[in-house]
Nanobody
């Protein structure tokens, strides 16, 4: 029904920046919100940031002063600009898209990307 393709990521030193992108295709008319989760080694998956089709954004407190989520509802895309990266940001980042709002207070719905590696290391 919906396919998500992620790009970006890679290896960056502490303090650096990366930009992740995710594009949805298929039955994109069903998408109300798109966002990002991440999972670090030895940790549970956690919510990072999301944006609704109306432009309302939500952030995890650990990233809200450093990351910016943006999207284009008409194109069904979402980006995550990550600045001032820390080693603790190292994780696999997953794009999520679904028919309901996305946050750390709701179970993720809808569709997932394959995940993309972000490594912050000297």
């Amino acid at each position: 029904q919906v396919q998500l393709v992620e790009s970006g990521g890679g290896l960056v030193p502490p303090g650096g920046s990366l930009r992740l992108s995710c594009a949805a295709s298929g039955n994109t008319f069903t998408i109300f919100a798109m966002g990002w989760f991440r999972q670090a080694p030895g940790k549970q998956r956690e919510f990072v940031a999301s944006i609704t089709k109306y432009g309302l954004t939500t952030y995890n407190d650990s990233v809200k002063d450093r990351f910016t989520v943006s999207g284009d509802s008409a194109k069904s895309t979402v980006d995550l600009q990550m600045n001032s990266l820390k080693p603790d940001d190292t994780a696999v980042y997953y794009c999520n898209a679904g028919p309901y709002p996305i946050s750390d207070r709701t179970d993720p719905k809808g569709y997932w990307g394959q995940g993309i590696q972000v490594t912050v290391s000297s």
